[in-house]
């Protein structure tokens, strides 16, 4: 009666181990779809953050070949290249903010937050192209950055920082925290009134902007790597006996997705430069 049993137990043991080796072989068949966050790959490190070295490392250098070639006396392509970059993004903050002084003031965050949502947008394209096309277990420790909440979220609260910043430096602390408790302010009762439910509305406001950030930024990217990959997966999958050649169908939506990040970043900043300028208006 015990060898029964025993034999029992050890055949559910194995229909149960068979049936996990079962799902999880159909967990991995199919399109790369990542999860919300990114994953874990070395202890705490997730592919984000290696992603993320990886671009930083990538903009150092550029940084550094930028710095030599401006700091240099003579002309060469690529002073010239930089100061041209430098001057059209120059001229599209000032006509912006309508002034010199205060374009200049805000020049280093906002250029430098379009081009971390820019090239970290193409970045991650390149990513998935490779991974899609040559080296698919290279997703597994490599992940566009902004395709992870997290990431977006620290953009967007940079953002409101600089914001709440801008106007405690023009409004001053106690005027900033007067205009979202309680702004009893107005020629009359009844305007004072609508002025105190409009700074409620304002405090309220803040953690839209935070969330409307990131989630506007976040869900594009997401939805772009979800896109690609189950197209990129059905394009292999129908023609795979012909070299995977179905794959090339995939390339007018990773230009689509070009031209998505290059948006982008193009509204991220140009709401922070209306959420500057708001701040710094005196009402």
């Known amino acids: ?34 999860l919300i966050q990114g994953e874990q790959v070395w202890g705490p490190i997730s592919n984000v953050s290696v992603t993320t070295m990886l671009f930083l490392l990538i ?5 550094f070949f930028a710095n030599s070639a401006l700091k240099k006396n003579k002309k060469s392509k690529l002073k010239l290249f930089f100061l041209t970059f430098v001057k059209f993004f120059d001229d599209q903050l000032r006509d912006a903010f309508g002034d010199k002084k205060e374009s200049r003031k805000y020049y280093g965050v906002v ?9 970290g947008n193409l970045l991650g394209l390149v990513i998935d192209w490779f991974g899609l096309s040559v080296l698919p277990s290279i997703l597994y420790y490599l992940r566009p950055m902004h395709s992870d909440l997290n990431t977006t ?8 920082v600089l914001l709440l910043a801008t106007q405690v430096k023009s409004h001053g602390t106690a005027g900033t925290i007067k205009s979202y408790a309680f702004n009893y302010s107005g020629a009359n009762v ?5 002025n105190v439910f409009v700074g409620w509305l304002h405090a309220i406001g803040l953690v839209v902007t935070l969330g409307s950030l990131s989630l506007r930024l976040f869900g594009n990217i997401f939805a772009g790597i979800i896109l690609i990959g189950v197209i990129s997966y059905l ?8 070299f995977e ?4 169908a995939v390339i007018p939506f990773w230009f689509f ?14 709401l922070m430069i209306a959420y500057f300028k708001g701040a710094a208006e005196k009402h």
């Not at 903009?59 to 940084?63: C, F, G, I, R």
Request: glycine residues 6%; contains cysteine.
């Open 111 to 119: 250029v430098g937050m379009f081009f971390i949502i820019l090239f």
């Open 59 to 63: 903009v150092s250098v550029v940084a």
């Open 153 to 160: 979220l620290v953009l967007s609260l940079i953002t409101v």
């Open 235 to 242: 394009m292999a999958t129908a023609t795979g006996s012909v």
């Open 257 to 270: 997705e070009v031209f998505v990040a290059l948006i982008q970043a193009i509204v991220f900043a140009f």
């Open 1 to 34: 009666m015990a060898t029964t049993q025993t034999l029992e137990s050890t055949g559910e043991l194995i229909d149960t181990h068979a049936a996990e080796i079962t799902h999880a072989a159909q967990e991995h068949v199919g399109p790369h779809i990542p």
């Open 190 to 194: 009844m305007e004072k009134c609508i």
């Open 245 to 248: 050649i179905g794959r090339l």
